[in-house]
């Protein structure tokens, strides 16, 4: 055990760690997505309540399993995020007076700490809002309408649009790095995996936030 | 003093072998009390360090650069010479050996030649198990090119960087020994000095480069692989950092120096564009396969090379050399752009270079054709001139490149001081007057890998182990020594710098030491050299202090070599009353005005010995005999 | 030929101890044909003779090859154009008037030792902590007895190609010595003589840039991109699966 613990601290475990973390989380957005566009769906919410009934039932218990390990995930991504962004600040010392950064790498690769804890701030509240709420407590209206109230506040809705925007940015870079990370490198399939990845990341990113927009000015506009 | 070369009785073929078996040997479990000092961490010493400390003994490393790996063997280009005969063209350890006598004019000795070419196969075994990823064809097997001076094809190469790789090999299989605490490392250790004691060389004192700090090491046998001095010329393919430090200060503690005006002027650099240049790059010789060299027939000519229609140009090789052509040696390609030069045929804003055209070669080969063989050259020519050789010719014009001469060392490649050993760039032993292209590779690594390791053994086990340190008076004496020089250097505060009385030097080098050499010029070389030296002692401005890195105190201390080694490649060029190899002597040449060799009176290697500042060095001459190889006039008609 | 009048802003540091701080000149008549050393050889040129230190900076070969060279220009390692050296950039590819700054690498394993010069004396300990094949001289077998394919050996070659010059490390933001350590792996692990030792090394190799202070590279590709060399990421992606080759095959690690 002792190989394996040293192994995923190291420099090249500690990426692997994100990697492999980071593409769980997103095989969960792709789920979480297509699952959020049932509430576009014109039926009051039915399908989605539906969804949410299964999804939250105490008895589906490999999902709570993966709903344990979600959040495992999620917190381990996060602190080792920012234990590897840490250690490479200092690896760093003196920031150069001048630095073209631009010139050699992607904006997106360079901030992704940044986009990350955002989307790390945005999580808590985006969590209090539902899953603490109806997963937990016992707000007394479904699930469903706590998402149309939620997003007709404009604050809240442009603030997740916000994040939305923000997680692009830090997807587009990481589902190719992740694939580097895993030492999944070809000239036959690298070029591919980049626009794979830039694309889904962008429709996944915009998927989520076609939600906000929708409660804010076309699910209004529709007068229900 | 009586130069003994020790070369060993037998056939030619025989004595490396009987020799190495009339080697004594040190007790495997003995080895590691001994220590070895190793200066210089180019191909010759890296492989040598490797080598000693695999077998046990200790070592201690030293170069004046940040890591070992940077030593100017980096920069080789073009290739490797081995005997190995791949390629099944008749090319055989004999015909190496007989090339390589041929191309040094007849001015080497023929034991040391044949042992080098004997062990020209093992390198390369050695450097594919090291894994130097040498050019190979489609079958996995080594690829070869063929080099000047030769007709068979023996160059092993790995792109154009064949330096660096066989450096990079020799550099990991030292730092594995440096990992194993078998070789202890120095860097930026600039040599100062070589301490001898009784008698015999037993360490060195080096100034730290970054403390400043005179610190002493002492040793059993010391070895000097310190490269070339072609920096004497100021202007040279060489690193800006190339000395001659190490080995003149040898010299000076008694070790002979041999045939110090044996120097190779290479024809294809890039010229000059300033005042300014610091250094001068070459451009591999392979592009005279293709290009043609010529300058405008009348030295009024200042139009552009395109304009000037064919029947106005002097295609000068190919008049004068019609069956070589363009490929004639790099001896005669470069004193024939000289010659032009001096007639005011040069072209180019500063009128020192020829034209190198690649014309005549795109039309007939097609441009794709001359991409492929010379694309990356062309694009580095492109980058320092700014000018597309694709469609204007290039300007070249000869440079500085090596120097055969160096430490006089006997068969087992030790110097005068026992207990002494040169190898590599900085020793004179395998290339007589003039060196082959790709053979200066070879001769580091034989060196290194394959000669010392037998050699030294036989002077160790030979040695009593003492128990000096470096508190005996010869270590304090030269530690005071270097010290007063440096407080000598720091307290001048003239008012020219160091760079500007290098480059004084290097111009009276150039125009009267260079190419072409003749007895009143060498005299008023030998003069002016000395006036520079002069001025230098008195003029010289340096700031700072000792306590701290000071490049310009480190170039200082490089250059008051220069200006003593300057005037010794004058005194030694005027006793060489012949032309042969890189020697040019405008009083020695054929009707037509080509070298000519005096085997009679000038079959010699030329030793001199140090006998005090501003005393004449004294010449010993050891003889070289011809038994195998009959010496013949060169012809490139 | 063209002159140029410059102004200049240098890192100058006394030593590894003093804080250091910009320095500005004024530099006038610099030919364009000349490399931005033998700029810095005339300001030098210039300062000793105005009884001032001249500015340190490491050089050697001066033609690209023996990566002693290593100057942050402008906000880009080995300044603004690809694939070369400090030495190789000439004086051409600056404007008239134009404010040139000259830092020194910035790394936690690069300490500055004086102005423009660091020690980059890690990258030896990280190859001779594994970077080699390990065959002592002599009884090596013919060169030709193990045929290597041109494709492989040519690909071994384009990692070894490697200077060793930090430039790597430098425009990394994570001071990462990743395309370093990974160039070397690669190269040997490309070579049917290097796969013996290949978990031995790369965990050896990896676990001396740990000590040595390096960060971890999180695939910002800035590495490649200022690489004189070329060095390609491919080679990190190798060092990546050897590692993970390692972990799983090697015993006691
Ligand atoms: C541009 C160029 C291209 C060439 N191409 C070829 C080619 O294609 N084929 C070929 O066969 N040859 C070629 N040569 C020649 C060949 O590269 C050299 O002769 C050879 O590499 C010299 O090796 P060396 O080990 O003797 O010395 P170097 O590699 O020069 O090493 C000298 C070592 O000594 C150390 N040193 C020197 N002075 C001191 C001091 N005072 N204190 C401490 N350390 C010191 C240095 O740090 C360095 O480590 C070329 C040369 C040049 C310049
Ligand atoms: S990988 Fe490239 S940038 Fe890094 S040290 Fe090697 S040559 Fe320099
Ligand atoms: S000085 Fe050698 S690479 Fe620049």
Redesign the interface.
């Known amino acids: 055990m002792g190989w394996f613990l040293k192994f995923i601290d190291s420099s090249v475990g500690k990426k692997l760690v994100m990697a492999l973390t980071g593409l769980f989380l997103y095989l969960f957005l792709i789920e979480h997505v297509i699952a959020n566009l049932l509430l576009l769906n014109n039926d009051n919410g039915e399908a989605y309540t539906i969804y949410a009934e299964v999804l939250g039932s105490s008895y589906n218990i490999p999902l709570r399993i993966i709903e344990f390990g979600l959040f495992f995930f999620l917190l381990y991504h996060s602190i080792n995020g920012a234990r590897l962004w840490w250690t490479n600040r200092k690896a760093k010392g003196i920031p150069y007076l001048v630095n073209r950064a631009s010139e050699n790498s992607s904006f997106f690769s360079r901030f992704m700490i940044q986009s990350g804890s955002i989307i790390f701030i945005f999580l808590v509240i985006h969590l209090k809002s539902f899953f603490v709420n109806y997963r937990l407590g016992n707000p007394g209206d479904t699930m469903y309408q706590g998402v149309v109230k939620t997003f007709e506040n404009p604050l809240y809705s442009w603030f997740y649009i916000f994040a939305m925007i923000l997680l692009a940015f830090h997807l587009v870079h990481a589902f190719q790095s992740a694939f580097q990370t895993l030492g999944l490198r070809h000239n036959k399939y690298t070029p591919f995996l980049k626009s794979f990845g830039v694309i889904l990341s962008i429709l996944i990113c915009a998927g989520f936030a076609l939600i906000p927009v929708y409660f804010l000015y076309l699910h209004n506009a529709g007068g229900y | 003093m009586k130069l003994d070369s020790k070369i060993p009785a037998g056939n030619l073929a025989e004595k490396w072998s009987n020799q190495k078996f009339n080697y004594k040997l040190v007790n495997p479990a003995n080895k590691r009390k001994y220590e070895i000092i190793v200066v210089g961490t180019g191909l010759a010493g890296a492989s040598a360090a490797a080598s000693l400390a695999e077998l046990g003994y200790k070592v201690k490393a030293f170069c004046y650069q940040d890591s070992p790996r940077r030593a100017h063997s980096i920069a080789a280009q073009g290739g490797i010479n081995a005997s190995k005969n791949y390629q099944n063209d008749g090319d055989s350890v004999y015909r190496l050996f007989y090339d390589t006598v041929k191309g040094g004019d007849y001015r080497s000795r023929e034991a040391n030649v044949y042992r080098l070419a004997e062990v020209s196969s093992n390198i390369i075994d050695q450097c594919v198990a090291q894994g130097v990823p040498f050019a190979r064809e489609y079958g996995g097997l080594l690829d070869n090119r063929s080099f000047g001076g030769a007709q068979v094809s023996r160059t092993f190469y790995a792109r154009g960087e064949t330096g660096q790789q066989l450096l990079l090999g020799a550099y990991s299989a030292m730092m594995r020994q440096v990992g194993m605490g078998n070789i202890e490392l120095f860097t930026r250790s600039d040599i100062q000095d070589i301490v001898v004691v009784d008698g015999r060389a037993r360490g060195i004192v080096l100034r730290n480069m970054v403390s400043g700090q005179i610190q002493s090491y002492v040793a059993d046998a010391v070895i000097l692989a310190t490269g070339g001095y072609g920096n004497v010329f100021y202007l040279s393919t060489n690193a800006k950092g190339c000395n001659a430090t190490a080995i003149w200060r040898a010299h000076k503690k008694g070790a002979l120096f041999a045939n110090p005006c044996f120097t190779q002027i290479h024809p294809t650099c890039i010229p000059v564009s300033g005042s300014y240049q610091s250094k001068l790059t070459l451009m591999s010789e392979s592009l005279r396969n293709d290009g043609r060299i010529w300058v405008p027939k009348d030295p009024k000519d200042k139009r552009a090379p395109n304009e000037i229609p064919e029947f106005e140009r002097d295609y000068f090789l190919e008049r004068k050399y019609p069956s070589f052509g363009n490929l004639v040696p790099r001896d005669v390609a470069s004193r024939n752009a000289k010659e032009m030069i001096d007639d005011g045929k040069g072209v180019g804003l500063t009128g020192k270079a020829v034209y190198l055209d690649f014309a005549e070669a795109i039309q007939r080969l097609g441009k794709d054709t001359i991409i492929e063989k010379y694309g990356n050259l062309f694009e580095m020519y492109e980058q320092i001139t700014n000018e597309d050789p694709y469609k204007v010719p290039m300007r070249i014009y000869p440079a500085s490149h090596y120097t055969m001469g160096g430490l006089w060392v006997d068969y087992n490649l030790m110097t005068t001081i026992p207990g002494l050993f040169a190898l590599g760039e900085c020793n004179f032993s395998d290339h007589g007057a003039n060196r082959l292209g790709a053979s200066a590779l070879m001769q580091g690594l034989a060196d290194g890998y394959f000669i010392i390791s037998y050699s030294i053994s036989d002077y160790l086990a030979q040695l009593k182990k003492d128990k000096l340190t470096t508190d005996a008076p010869e270590f304090k004496n030269s530690e005071k020594e270097v010290d007063n020089k440096i407080k000598r250097l720091l307290n001048i505060n003239g008012s020219k710098t160091v760079d500007e009385l290098h480059r004084e030097l290097g111009i009276v080098m150039w125009d009267y030491v260079g190419m072409s050499r003749n007895a009143e010029g060498l005299n008023k070389a030998k003069k002016m050299i000395k006036d520079i030296r002069d001025d230098f002692w008195k003029n010289v401005k340096i700031i700072g202090t000792n306590e701290e890195i000071n490049q310009s105190l480190e170039k200082a201390a490089r250059v008051a070599d220069f200006l003593e080694l300057g005037e010794l490649i004058a005194e030694d060029a005027l006793q060489r009353n012949e032309s042969c190899g890189g020697h040019f002597r405008e009083e020695s040449q054929t009707e037509e005005n080509e070298a000519k060799r005096d085997d009679e009176n000038c079959s010699h290697v030329a030793a001199w010995e140090y006998s005090g500042a501003d005393k004449p060095e004294v010449l010993h001459k050891e003889q070289l005999q011809f038994e195998f190889v009959k010496p013949s006039q060169r012809s490139y008609k | 030929?063209a002159e140029l009048n410059l102004h200049l802003?240098v890192w100058r540091q006394?030593?590894k101890e003093d804080k250091g701080r910009?320095v500005d000149y004024d530099i006038q008549g610099i030919?364009?044909?000349?490399?931005i050393?033998?700029m810095l050889?005339?300001l030098?040129?210039k300062?000793?003779?105005e009884?001032?230190?001249?500015v340190?900076f490491?050089?050697?070969?001066?033609?690209g090859?023996?990566?002693?060279c290593g100057i942050?220009i402008?906000?880009?390692a080995h300044g603004?154009l690809k694939r070369?050296t400090t030495c190789?950039l000439?004086m051409?590819h600056f404007k008239d008037g134009e404010t040139i700054?000259l830092?020194p690498w910035?790394?936690?394993?690069f300490p500055v030792?004086?102005d423009l010069?660091v020690?980059?004396?890690a990258?030896?300990r990280i190859?001779?902590?594994?970077?080699?094949?390990?065959?002592?001289?002599?009884g090596?077998?013919?060169?030709?007895a193990?045929?290597?394919?041109?494709h492989n050996?040519?690909k071994?070659?384009d990692a070894?190609?490697c200077?060793?010059c930090g430039a790597c490390v430098a425009?990394?933001?994570?001071?990462?010595a990743m395309l370093f350590v990974s160039a070397k792996v690669a190269?040997?692990v490309r070579?049917p003589?290097?796969k013996p030792e290949r978990e031995k090394r790369v965990f050896a190799m990896?676990n001396q840039?740990?000590k040595e202070?390096?960060?971890?590279?999180?695939?910002?590709?800035?590495c490649s991109?200022?690489c004189p060399k070329g060095i390609s990421?491919?080679v990190?992606?190798?060092?990546?699966?050897e590692?993970?080759r390692a972990?799983l095959k090697q015993e006691?690690?």
């Open positions: 030929m802003k006394k030593n910009f030919s364009t044909e000349m490399s050393l033998e050889d005339v030098n040129e300062l000793i003779k009884g001032t230190d001249p340190a490491e050089h050697d070969c001066r033609e090859v023996c990566g002693c942050f402008n906000g880009r603004p070369i190789q000439y051409r700054v830092e910035r790394a936690k394993g030792l004086k010069m020690d980059r004396s990258f030896d190859i001779a902590a594994g970077g080699f094949i390990a065959v002592n001289t002599g090596a077998p013919d060169a030709n193990v045929p290597i394919p041109k050996s040519e071994a070659l070894a190609e200077i060793g425009a990394c933001k994570n001071a990462s190269h040997l070579l003589q290097g990896l840039m740990e202070g390096f960060g971890s590279c999180t695939n910002t590709e800035a991109a200022e990421m491919d990190i992606a190798e060092l990546r699966r590692y993970f972990s006691n690690n």
